[in-house]
């Protein structure tokens, strides 16, 4: 980090190691010495409301989007944009091996979001920044893609029982890419009534295509 960000001056203080079972604790804002069975309890510290958007970058981002991006995160009270990086193990695995896609040919995924802790607070000023954010970074993470476990509405939605597999498709090949059809025909067999279902949720894949 010295070497490549010093501009950040991060130093060993600043660094904690942890187990992952206490990382989880530490990312959901509790202290460092609360115990892993505290999450048992199933208690939620927070009390807010949020929007979250995600992309897929296969090229690096130019620093210019980069410094545009900087400026917007100063817009919000609670802004968030968070890079994960992929490649290295990510790339040696199929997308077809497991129903998450998202590997080979991806440098890092983004996460988009905006938090706001009050129901008085106006809500459409969140949403509408996130979008603008959204829709600035267009251009840069084509074919665009989606993180499922970011469920994100404005890719569309189920509005009856009956969502055929081509509206369904809208937002399952963002997320499923692919295997959207696989996990569909795998629906027809355990679900085929479609009796378990969400916002977003995979239809059955009809009959005449299940050859």
């Not at 079972?21 to 208690?43: M, Q, W």
């Not at 692919?178 to 085929?192: I, T």
């Amino acid at each position: 980090m010295q070497d490549s960000f010093p501009e950040l001056g991060l130093t060993r203080q600043d660094c904690i190691e942890t187990s992952w079972i206490n990382s989880v604790l530490h990312l959901a804002g509790y202290s460092n010495d609360t115990a892993p069975e505290f999450l048992l309890e199933r208690k939620n510290i927070y009390s807010n409301y949020f929007k979250a958007k995600s992309d897929f970058a296969k090229q690096p981002i130019p620093e210019t989007t980069l410094e545009e991006l900087c400026k917007m995160l100063l817009e919000q009270e609670i802004p968030q944009i968070a890079l994960t990086p992929y490649v290295g193990m990510m790339s040696k695995i199929s997308e077809k091996q497991t129903p998450f896609p998202h590997r080979k040919g991806n440098l890092f995924m983004i996460h988009y979001m905006t938090i706001w802790t009050s129901p008085s607070d106006n809500a459409a000023k969140h949403l509408d920044w996130v979008r603008k954010v959204y829709e600035y970074m267009t251009p840069f993470v084509q074919p665009r893609t989606a993180y499922v476990n970011y469920r994100d509405l404005d890719l569309g939605m189920n509005k009856k029982t009956n969502t055929s597999l081509k509206e369904a498709s809208v937002w399952g090949s963002k997320y499923f890419k692919d295997n959207f059809y696989r996990l569909a025909f795998v629906k027809a067999k355990v679900d085929p009534d479609n009796f378990f279902r969400h916002e977003q949720s995979i239809p059955p894949l009809p009959l005449s295509m299940r050859n």
